[in-house]
């Protein structure tokens, strides 16, 4: 059996020394958070607006590209009287993110600002950085949203999640400490059968009480136990939590039918943090105390609660990096319902979001598309990028090069992409001016050609892809 510790021993000891030691006051802040949830809806407004006086405060202090949006725009902190206010700043989109990026960044922001990258629709990365506030926000975020499903902090947790290729010193002191905080990590970007199969036993002997993951990488693992015919007992667990991309309804079906607990939503990104999750009531709350969603149509304008409109954000614990009215690229419409078990959060009725490609490799080992994805946020010189698998040995890489990219840049990625996918794997490096949106006019970042066998196909594609596979 997979040793874990008692729950209250892991949540309540030494989970808080953890975060003590790295600075971040994360349980500090699910305290409010479990006070705050329960204010009415115009108290909940009313802390957003405090906390967005603070930021802009901060931005103007420490961040010249915002202080000159915010005097040019006549938009002054101490004279904030609503969140409506915040409309005469204009919006702010990656390409700015990036471009100014040092002219926003607070390096000497309190605990260090903590250099991080991301995608985005068309593979366009951003550099970012985020300090312990942040950190401590998305952390009691989930905390609060586990609680929720009556997941506590310290109890077993499994992720199905990304992992480096060879693990290093650091990896291995992560993995000690992830399982002295009780949480068991599976890597989403190996999934081999036979690593498949591992999982399920690792998963039976962990019996975790929240399993979260990549919600194709999820529905994957269930399609893999389904064709193995296998039938998990999991007493503990009581709900499976998926991210990262859309989750579809065939999947949560699976999801829900092989590991018997209701499955549950999240909606964040990399740049703007955790932002909401779905309740045991089927609703998508916003984490509100830590952003302000703003949904817009493309001239910029605030569309009515119920149609569907460009996610704008501001993240108020965004010290290091301030997003001020940050325009995502998600779409997503905002509810007139209020929350039905009676909080005060801001209520987001659906999320369209993007999903991925799988990649597999020649051996037949499945990766989720991050795998892939990783290599190119860290090759420098990369504006847009996007990841064509032809066939299982034959990769294309689009990419529209910046100013710092030189001929080391596709060695790079070649070199990268076969540490993933194998020697064998021929990679292609495309330097193109621009990279042409699908046939929808939406963008992919990763597109792969190779289908996967029969009911692993249906659990991790589009529902239009699958219309005509039996569930």
Same mark, same amino acid.
């Given at each position: 059996?997979?040793?874990?510790?008692?729950?209250?021993?892991?949540?309540?000891?030494?989970?808080?020394?953890?975060?003590?030691?790295?600075?971040?006051?994360?349980?500090?802040?699910?305290?409010?958070?479990?006070?705050?949830?329960?204010?009415?809806?115009?108290?909940?407004?009313?802390?957003?607006?405090?906390?967005?006086?603070?930021?802009?405060?901060?931005?103007?202090?420490?961040?010249?590209?915002?202080?000159?949006?915010?005097?040019?725009?006549?938009?002054?902190?101490?004279?904030?009287?609503?969140?409506?206010?915040?409309?005469?700043?204009?919006?702010?989109g990656?390409?700015?993110?990036?471009?100014?990026?040092?002219?926003?960044?607070?390096?000497?922001?309190?605990?260090?600002?903590?250099?991080?990258?991301?995608?985005?629709?068309?593979?366009?990365?951003?550099?970012?950085?985020?300090?312990?506030?942040r950190?401590?926000?998305?952390?009691? =975020?989930? %905390?609060?949203?586990?609680?929720w499903?009556? !997941?506590?902090?310290?109890?077993? @947790? $499994?992720?199905?999640?990304? *992992? #480096?290729?060879?693990l290093?010193?650091?990896?291995?002191?992560?993995?000690?400490?992830?399982?002295?905080?009780?949480?068991?990590?599976?890597?989403?970007?190996?999934?081999?059968?036979?690593?498949?199969?591992?999982?399920?036993?690792?998963?039976?002997?962990?019996?975790?009480h929240?399993?979260?993951?990549?919600?194709?990488?999820?529905?994957l693992?269930?399609?893999?136990?389904?064709?193995?015919?296998?039938?998990?007992?999991?007493?503990?667990?009581?709900?499976?939590?998926?991210?990262?991309?859309?989750?579809?309804?065939?999947?949560?079906t699976?999801?829900?039918?092989?590991?018997?607990?209701?499955?549950?939503?999240?909606?964040?990104?990399?740049?703007?943090?955790?932002?909401?999750?779905?309740?045991?009531? =089927?609703? %998508?709350?916003?984490?509100?105390?830590?952003? !302000?969603?703003?949904?817009l149509? @493309? $001239?910029?304008?605030?569309? *009515? #609660?119920?149609?569907?409109?460009?996610?704008?954000?501001?993240?108020?614990?965004?010290?290091?990096?301030?997003?001020?009215?940050y325009?995502?690229?998600?779409?997503?419409?905002?509810?007139?319902?209020?929350?039905?078990?009676?909080?005060?959060?801001?209520?987001?009725?659906?999320?369209?979001?993007?999903?991925?490609?799988?990649?597999?490799?020649?051996?037949?080992?499945?990766?989720?598309?991050?795998?892939?994805?990783?290599?190119?946020?860290?090759?420098?010189?990369?504006?847009?990028?996007?990841?064509?698998?032809?066939?299982?040995?034959?990769?294309?890489?689009?990419?529209?090069?910046?100013?710092?990219?030189?001929?080391?840049?596709?060695?790079?990625?070649?070199?990268g992409?076969?540490?993933?996918?194998?020697?064998?794997?021929?990679?292609?490096?495309?330097?193109?001016?621009?990279?042409?949106?699908?046939?929808?006019?939406?963008?992919?970042?990763?597109?792969?050609?190779?289908?996967?066998?029969?009911?692993?196909?249906?659990?991790?594609?589009?529902?239009?892809?699958?219309?005509t596979?039996?569930?």
């Amino acid at each position: 059996m997979t040793l874990t510790l008692p729950s209250f021993i892991a949540g309540r000891c030494i989970y808080p020394l953890q975060e003590r030691v790295l600075g971040r006051s994360t349980f500090g802040v699910l305290a409010e958070l479990e006070r705050s949830q329960h204010l009415p809806r115009e108290g909940v407004e009313a802390l957003q607006l405090d906390r967005l006086r603070d930021l802009l405060l901060v931005a103007h202090a420490h961040s010249p590209f915002h202080r000159r949006r915010l005097d040019e725009a006549g938009l002054h902190a101490e004279r904030l009287t609503s969140l409506a206010d915040l409309q005469a700043l204009p919006t702010m989109g990656k390409a700015e993110a990036s471009a100014h990026h040092d002219a926003i960044v607070w390096q000497g922001v309190p605990g260090g600002a903590f250099r991080y990258n991301t995608g985005g629709s068309s593979g366009q990365p951003l550099i970012f950085h985020f300090g312990r506030r942040r950190q401590a926000s998305d952390a009691a =975020g989930r %905390m609060r949203a586990r609680r929720w499903w009556g !997941v506590e902090p310290g109890d077993p @947790e $499994a992720y199905l999640w990304g *992992a #480096p290729v060879e693990l290093n010193k650091t990896d291995w002191v992560k993995t000690v400490r992830d399982r002295l905080i009780n949480q068991l990590v599976l890597n989403a970007f190996a999934m081999s059968p036979p690593r498949m199969d591992g999982y399920l036993d690792a998963l039976q002997a962990f019996q975790p009480h929240c399993l979260y993951g990549y919600a194709s990488s999820v529905a994957l693992l269930a399609a893999h136990a389904q064709a193995r015919g296998r039938r998990l007992h999991l007493p503990k667990l009581k709900v499976v939590c998926t991210t990262g991309e859309p989750l579809y309804p065939h999947q949560r079906t699976l999801i829900g039918e092989i590991f018997g607990v209701p499955v549950a939503n999240e909606f964040g990104s990399r740049d703007i943090g955790f932002t909401a999750h779905e309740t045991p009531q =089927g609703q %998508m709350l916003l984490i509100s105390e830590s952003i !302000v969603l703003e949904v817009l149509d @493309e $001239a910029g304008r605030a569309v *009515a #609660p119920g149609e569907l409109g460009e996610a704008v954000m501001t993240g108020l614990c965004s010290d290091a990096q301030p997003f001020i009215r940050y325009r995502t690229g998600d779409m997503v419409r905002l509810s007139t319902a209020g929350d039905r078990a009676g909080r005060g959060l801001h209520v987001i009725e659906e999320v369209v979001g993007r999903s991925t490609d799988f990649l597999v490799r020649p051996d037949g080992t499945v990766m989720h598309a991050l795998a892939g994805i990783y290599v190119l946020r860290a090759t420098p010189g990369v504006g847009e990028f996007k990841l064509v698998q032809h066939t299982l040995r034959d990769l294309e890489v689009q990419v529209v090069p910046d100013a710092r990219w030189t001929p080391a840049s596709a060695k790079a990625i070649e070199a990268g992409l076969q540490a993933r996918l194998g020697l064998e794997v021929r990679v292609r490096v495309v330097a193109l001016e621009q990279i042409a949106p699908e046939a929808s006019g939406k963008h992919r970042y990763v597109v792969s050609h190779v289908k996967l066998a029969g009911e692993l196909q249906h659990a991790t594609s589009h529902p239009s892809e699958t219309s005509t596979i039996k569930a």
